[in-house]
């Protein structure tokens, strides 16, 4: 099971950024996709989660300003990110728990981190 994120790149504050995450491989079921972050010196944390029915959770400081969505067909989960700010310059990372086939339960994985920088 792969992660693939793409999306990440150079943005002024105000701006918007679509993130995107597909997996890939010998999947039973996907139970959740989200994103997590983590800018310099800092933890990384979780920005939003949705699970397979659709229920979404962010964190406070996105609230409002990022959507989180999923295509089940596709195996992707997409961040809306709008009204960018400074400190949402972070690596972005995306995370998935999923039951690979050949396994009992799910399992967590994680996607390569791709850079957002917000910045004028």
């Known amino acids: 099971v792969q992660l693939q994120a793409s999306g990440g790149g150079l943005v002024q504050p105000g701006g918007s950024l679509t993130l995107s995450c597909a997996a890939s491989g010998s999947i039973v079921v996907i139970a959740a996709m989200g994103w997590y972050r983590q800018a310099p010196g800092k933890e990384r944390e979780l920005v939003a989660d949705?699970?397979?029915?659709?229920?979404?959770k962010y964190a406070d400081s996105v609230k409002g300003r990022f959507s989180i969505s999923r295509d089940n067909a596709k195996n992707t989960v997409y961040l809306q990110m709008n009204s960018l700010k400074p400190e949402d310059t972070a690596v972005y990372y995306c995370?998935?728990?999923?039951?690979?086939?050949?396994?009992?339960?799910?399992?967590?994985?994680w996607g390569k981190g791709t850079l957002v920088t917000v910045s004028s």
């Open positions: 949705i699970n397979r029915g659709g229920n979404s």
């Open positions: 995370n998935a728990r999923i039951w690979p086939q050949g396994l009992s339960g799910n399992r967590e994985y």
